[in-house]
Structures are given as C-alpha cells and as structure tokens.
C-alpha cells in the first residue's frame, strides 16, 4: 500500500490579538422584569502582533487577515500597517460596544491614513455590508496599528 504524502497547507497571514469582555448585566432594578435592559457591554482588544503560518500550524487566538495588498512572505520582521474599525451594535434592551473588523493590510502608511480618512467621513464605500452602519449601530473608531509580522516555526 502507498503512502499518502502529506501537504503541508500555504502559510497564511494572521493576527494575534488579546480579547476580553466586561460589562453587559442586567440594569439595577430590572432583575425581575419579563424584558430587562443591560448595561453596555464593552470588549477590550489588544492587537500583538501578526504572524505568518499554515493553518495547520497557526497559534490560538488569531484573525486570519484576508483583505493583503503585498505578500506577506516578503515583510517578515518587518512593520506593516493594519486599519482597524471600532463599533457598536446591539438591541432595545441593551449594547456591546468595541467590536472591531479588520479593514486592510498595508506596507504603506498613506494607503492606511487615506483609508482611515474615508471611513471616519463616511465617504468609504466597497459595495458591501458595513457593520457600522446600522439601526443600533454606529462607529467607534478607526485605528491604525503598525505591528510587525513574524513566521511561525
């Protein structure tokens, strides 16, 4: 019987990040209600770092970044620029406020600033969903991090 080679899976490029989440219980006085309202939750993130690996092989608690003008194998050890969008979004009986999405990746910093520039003014448009953009949503922030990407041994 042959045997099966294995295949290694192309490396891709992903965000390492810390997450937590506080806030979001019920208000005072409504523990009893049929419908209670909650404080805001809030989501605290932490952008590390950004690393190149095959998926197979990649650290816990990662993005894999998709939307990448340049390829990643030849920034290694190397600052690139990611645009980051902060927003909330909820409900009538209460809000989570800090999610974020991913934007661009970018090795130049004019192309992030000019992104970050046309979300905050509302003239950004790619002819897709813009989750903060909606009835209980709204945006936050817009915030350039400069990380440095690493390869996964």
């Known amino acids: 019987m042959a045997k099966k080679k ?3 899976s192309e490396p891709s490029l992903y965000l390492k990040y810390n997450e937590s989440r506080s806030g979001g219980e019920i208000c005072e006085g409504q523990e009893n209600d049929s419908w209670p309202s909650h404080e805001d939750e809030n989501i605290d993130f932490d ?3 950004l690393v190149l690996a095959a998926e197979d092989n990649r650290p816990d608690w990662v993005e894999e970044i998709k939307d990448i003008d340049f390829e990643p194998s030849k920034y290694v050890n190397k600052l690139v620029y990611l645009v980051i969008v902060r927003y909330y979004d ?3 009986f209460g809000r989570t406020c800090g999610y974020w999405k991913i934007m661009l990746c970018t090795t130049k910093q004019k192309e992030a600033l000019k992104l970050e520039k046309s ?4 003239s950004y448009q790619k002819g897709e969903y813009l989750e903060w953009n909606g009835y209980f949503a709204g945006l936050e922030d817009v915030e350039i991090h400069s990380l440095e990407i690493k390869e996964q041994a």
């Open 90 to 92: 909820g409900g009538t």
């Open 119 to 122: 979300i905050r003014d509302g």
């Open 47 to 49: 952008p590390e770092y």
């Open 6 to 8: 294995e295949v290694k």
